[in-house]
């Protein structure tokens, strides 16, 4: 569907490399991995305390992954869309995002994956620590993390953004 949309199978820089480090670069989000890729282990560590939340007992382990690769998958094709895409650019500090390309949706997916079989794995105050050490690692290191990024999607805020920007 990406490649319907309009995105690149890999860099269109013609990187091969596997990782991309600097996001105030074209490099940003067009690798299989990037320092957004954390932010995607968050969502599988949510997801998991979400899908389990709602189906409970009622599903197995399998069904409950499947849901939550599959919203991730959903959340993948949604954010690469033109206003998604559109509202980065406006409202993040992502001035010269342009959307995933497929492979590093595919890392994003396999991120997420590896988030939720965290969860999966680790006590609830477990989950907590992870949540806390890689918003706190992304904050000082690309001044990003996944809460703000949520809130400068929906509630912009000038200063936060100013701050993201190195002002």
């Not at 965290?118 to 992870?130: E, R």
Request: include cysteine; glycine fraction near 10%; charge should be negative.
């Amino acid at each position: 569907m990406l490649r319907f949309m309009g995105q690149p199978w890999w860099c269109a820089r013609g990187d091969l490399g596997p990782w991309a480090s600097d996001i105030a670069s074209a490099h940003n989000s067009q690798h299989l991995f990037d320092p957004y890729t954390l932010t995607h282990v968050l969502h599988g560590v949510l997801l998991y305390a979400a899908v389990r939340a709602l189906a409970g007992g009622a599903l197995g382990q399998r069904a409950r992954f499947t849901i939550a690769l599959a919203a991730e998958a959903g959340w993948e094709l949604f954010e690469n869309t033109d206003s998604v895409v559109e509202r980065y650019r406006q409202a993040t500090m992502s001035l010269d995002y342009y959307g995933d390309s497929v492979f590093n949706s595919l890392g994003n997916i396999a991120a997420c994956a590896v988030g939720y079989g965290a969860a999966m794995t680790l006590p609830v105050w477990g989950s907590g620590v992870l949540i806390a050490a890689i918003e706190v690692l992304l904050l000082l290191w690309i001044r990003d993390s996944l809460l703000l990024n949520v809130l400068m999607l929906v509630r912009p805020i000038e200063a936060v953004k100013d701050w993201q920007l190195g002002g």
